[in-house]
């Protein structure tokens, strides 16, 4: 028989194996989503971290003419106080993305937390300028690290609500911003008028937000599903050398000087006489708050 004839056996042997096919060993496993209690979770720190992140500063701009008073500062020293926050956001902020390569997003994020909340226990509690602004310090480094991985959660825990999580972040982050403002000297006068009381009060609130990230510390990928190995073999971006990185940079950084520009002119506005009751979230500089200043210009009536 020739070796190009093949018989009907042939065949059947051929296209009938007696053993099926092995399935392939190598085809990866679909990871298993996060489980939803983990992710409601996620959900309750992401507010209570967003709620947090302001009241450190806001609190004491509504409590700033007192804290001189007791702390007997200066004029220049009370400015460099006012300045500590951006240049702590830089310094720190700087840090967060490698600290987060290192030990995860939900671990610095917690350790944020404990600085924010050590910060405003500590502040009130020491006598001297040094030590208020110390510990002011530690706790604008646990908010500068935790504003910048707030974006890194919300993109890898929702990758798919992104943006109506994004807004639901932005929003417990504007009230919390203008929710120190509004009730911390009333706060304060229904504790007895002490600043102290008025600025340790918001270590509570920091204190509750520690709670939820506390499972979340021992996870370094940032969720569940996403193994570290894997997006280690990415490369590294360049942002020094993105238009669209220094874009971005200078319009944070404009918007961010906008903003506390204008924390410090509501906050001079509002010290005058008769507006120490007012929340002072809610005032806003204006030609007759300024004039009123003066005895002369006090007699007068405010122009229509």
């Known amino acids: 028989m020739r070796d190009d004839e093949t018989t009907p056996q042939t065949a059947t042997r051929t296209l009938s194996p007696a053993t099926p096919a092995a399935p392939q060993a190598d085809a990866p496993a679909s990871p298993a989503g996060p489980a939803p209690w983990l992710l409601r979770l996620v959900v309750v720190g992401l507010v209570l971290t967003a709620l947090n992140l302001r009241p450190a500063i806001t609190s004491l701009g509504a409590l700033l003419e007192e804290v001189r008073d007791g702390l007997h500062m200066s004029g220049s020293v009370a400015g460099v106080l006012t300045s500590v926050p951006p240049l702590c956001f830089a310094v720190f902020g700087v840090m967060a993305p490698r600290l987060a ?22 502040r009130p509690l020491i006598g001297g300028t ?53 009730v911390t000297v009333p706060m304060t006068e229904a504790m007895g008028g002490s600043w102290k ?13 520690i709670l939820p990230w506390i499972p979340l510390v021992r996870n370094r990928s ?35 000087t906008a903003a506390y520009i204008t924390m410090d002119g509501c906050r001079r506005s509002s010290a005058t006489p008769g507006s120490r009751r007012a929340p002072r979230a809610f005032c806003s500089p204006s030609p007759w708050r300024w004039a009123s200043r003066s005895p002369s210009s006090s007699r007068g009536s405010p122009p229509g």
């Open 101 to 122: 390569r290192r030990f995860g997003p939900g671990a610095v994020v917690c350790a944020g937390m404990v600085a924010i909340t050590a910060g405003l226990v500590i």
């Open 130 to 182: 040094a030590g208020f602004l110390a510990a002011s310090a530690l706790a604008l480094m646990g908010i500068a690290v935790s504003n910048v991985l707030m974006p890194v959660i919300v993109k890898r825990w929702f990758p798919d609500r992104v943006g109506s999580m994004t807004g639901l972040y932005s929003m417990a982050l504007a009230l919390g911003t203008s929710l120190a403002a509004a």
């Open 222 to 256: 940032g969720a569940p599903g996403q193994p570290s190995a894997h997006r280690s073999q990415d490369p590294a971006l360049r942002i020094t050398r993105s238009r669209t990185a220094w874009s971005l940079a200078c319009f944070f950084g404009l918007q961010a």
């Open 197 to 209: 009381a008025g600025l340790g009060m918001w270590a509570v609130l920091a204190a509750a937000a």
